[in-house]
């Protein structure tokens, strides 16, 4: 199926802010629940941030009060608003997206390929 797409990473200082997007397909029938994670070499890939279909949203503890989600209008695209960074949110950044309502060859699907996000001091 097709894969989501991520942007927006970068390098950046302690304190600085960053914004991701994750696109997934705009076909009209498509609805998602979309989820972001981080990988660092090593280590687990973990869980950050979700909105589902029914607007519900989570954080992980790590970046409650510092990160925010967000979708556009058509809730095909997903945000994610990074404030205050830390040394610990560098990683690579993965979209989610779980189809829960439309075609299967039209809508996306998985995971996307990553976004680069590194913080240093």
């Known amino acids: 199926q097709m894969q989501p797409v991520e942007s927006g990473g970068g390098s950046v200082e302690v304190g600085w802010s960053l914004r991701l997007s994750c696109e997934a397909s705009?076909?009209?029938?498509?609805?998602?629940?979309m989820s972001w994670y981080r990988q660092v070499p090593g280590k687990e890939r973990e869980f950050v941030s979700k909105?589902?279909?029914?607007?519900?949203?989570t954080y992980a503890d790590a970046v409650k009060g510092r990160f925010t989600v967000s979708q556009d209008s058509a809730k095909n695209t997903l945000y994610l608003q990074m404030n205050d960074l830390q040394f610990e949110d560098t990683g690579i950044y993965y979209c989610k997206v779980e189809r829960k309502a439309g075609n299967i060859d039209q809508c996306t699907n998985g995971w996307g390929q990553g976004t680069q996000v590194t913080v240093s001091s």
């Open positions: 705009r076909y009209a029938s498509c609805r998602y629940d």
């Open positions: 909105i589902d279909t029914e607007d519900i949203i």
